[in-house]
């Protein structure tokens, strides 16, 4: 389609360093201790646990327990989906949307990119969610005159936005938002209260006047209030109880993320001068007359950031963009296409990895520890390996392990993704040696949790010490 408008431009990126040797302790000793540990979680609640430890320069395995049973993995999930994306589409790969002209009709189309109007990377940028789309309306303004009639959004056709496996209950949480090959602002709405004289009302974004807000809320002693959009998410209806002002956003899952995006663009033409005559309207790729198409502005998002938005803060809808656009573009497809592929690429054995989503938010997905661990090992040989392990929390630091291993001698040593779904709790990743460098590679998936995933976490960080431990050099003897 307007793929053939496109550069792609290449990512030079760096090789991994190569781990340094160091003398571990005997591996009867390490296997043992985290045998008796996982043991003793297991007879508590009748979790079951998966652990697999491999040393990145002999390829030797230093822990395997239950390493070859399938578990579900959560949102380890991505790191398979990341490894997926280096082979299928390499580390240069940069998503890519285009606005175009055809005739009077602004048209936009693109192949997936879940950044823009991420609200994260905007502050972190130091710039507004709109400002891609600002740039966007300047063009518009500066190429196509002072009006146009409609703003077409033009996503492909045939996929559904959300996986048949995910829990319907849960379609309005941000980690269930659907996913297009249009997307804007996590495909979300988020959701504040202000106080003004008189009371409370809300603030959503993004705002577009092409979106409508019906507030029914009532002054209550307690912030109990649902958002449901509806007419294909051009009116937002928010109803219920609100006690008081909050500054920290709630984020609400769209319907239609490609209509989301048009809106806040036509919306963004007119604030620039550009009247639109038309509407905002949703048209199949075979509608466009592609060969009287005039290229208006492109943005084009490198892999690296959209890998690092995803694993960082474990992002779903980014992680499925991933996914999708690696794959065929359907979920099953995707899903067929990635077992084969990894299992060409890396060696797995057959069955070892049997994937539904790019996420790890479905519980059909299927994995070892040691397909997690096979993995990251040939990941790190890769040289755009790298782009994987920049994308994962550092323990102590930041994402979702900045809160845990923030003690030596673990903090900014345990490089990795956390997984969580209702009973599972997973962690897998890379262990660095003293000069920070990728020295082990590790796995502990715990399934059948009952309860709360306090005692999981406790065996993942106990796994991770005594591998840090296992690698530390010998003690220098004492001066006499």
């Not at 663009?265 to 009247?275: E, T």
């Not at 009973?423 to 502990?444: H, M, N």
């Not at 009952?450 to 976490?457: D, E, H, L, S, V």
Request: glycine share 10%.
């Amino acid at each position: 389609m307007f793929r053939r408008l496109i550069v792609i431009a290449a990512v030079a990126l760096a090789r991994l360093s190569a781990p340094a040797p160091a003398g571990p302790p005997a591996a009867a000793t390490l296997e043992a201790r985290v045998s008796a540990s996982a043991a003793a979680l297991e007879s508590g609640g009748g979790a079951v646990v998966g652990v697999s430890a491999v040393d990145l320069k002999t390829g030797r395995a230093v822990l395997s327990l239950r390493a070859d049973e399938l578990f579900l993995p959560a949102s380890n999930q991505k790191l398979l989906t990341f490894a997926f994306a280096l082979v299928r589409l390499g580390g240069g790969f940069r998503f890519a949307t285009g606005v175009f002209l055809v005739g009077e009709d602004l048209v936009v189309a693109g192949e997936g990119d879940p950044t823009l109007g991420d609200p994260h990377l905007a502050a972190s940028a130091g710039t507004t969610i709109y400002a891609e789309l600002d740039r966007w309306a300047r063009a518009v303004r500066d190429k196509a005159g002072p009006a146009v009639r409609h703003v077409l959004v033009c996503p492909e056709p045939g996929r559904a936005a959300r996986h048949p496996d995910w829990p319907a209950g849960q379609r309005r949480k941000w980690y269930a938002a659907p996913v297009s090959t249009l997307n804007f602002h996590n495909n979300c709405f988020d959701v504040t209260f202000a106080k003004v004289p008189g009371g409370l009302v809300p603030v959503v974004q993004p705002q577009s006047r092409y979106i409508r807000i019906q507030s029914r809320l009532k002054a209550g002693s307690s912030n109990l209030w649902s958002l449901r959009p509806e007419d294909g998410d051009a009116l937002i209806v928010l109803s219920g109880t609100v006690a008081q002002a909050s500054e920290d956003p709630i984020s609400v899952a769209v319907d239609r993320p490609a209509l989301l995006l048009g809106r806040c663009l036509a919306d963004r033409i007119a604030r620039a001068g550009v009247r639109v005559t038309g509407r905002v309207r949703r048209v199949a790729p075979r509608q466009v007359p592609w060969s009287a198409a005039k290229p208006i502005c492109l943005t084009t998002t490198p892999l690296f950031v959209v890998l690092r938005r995803a694993g960082k803060r474990s992002l779903n809808m980014t992680a499925e963009a991933v996914f999708l656009r690696a794959g065929d573009g359907t979920w099953a497809g995707s899903a067929e296409m990635m077992a084969r592929t990894l299992s060409k690429t890396y060696g797995l054995a057959p069955g070892s990895v049997v994937p539904s989503d790019g996420s790890g938010l479905s519980r059909a997905n299927r994995v070892s520890p040691a397909a997690i661990t096979k993995v990251l090992s040939a990941v790190a040989r890769r040289p755009d390996g790298v782009l994987l392990l920049a994308s994962l929390p550092v323990g102590g630091v930041d994402g979702t392990l900045a809160s845990r291993f923030r003690a030596p001698p673990c903090r900014g040593r345990i490089v990795a993704k956390t997984g969580y779904i209702h009973g599972v709790s997973c962690l897998s990743g890379y262990v660095l040696d003293e000069r920070r460098r990728t020295r082990l590679a590790f796995s502990v998936l715990v399934n059948r949790i009952r309860g709360g995933t306090a005692g999981a976490k406790a065996l993942q960080e106990t796994v991770c010490r005594l591998l840090v431990d296992s690698i530390e050099p010998p003690a220098k003897p004492a001066a006499p």
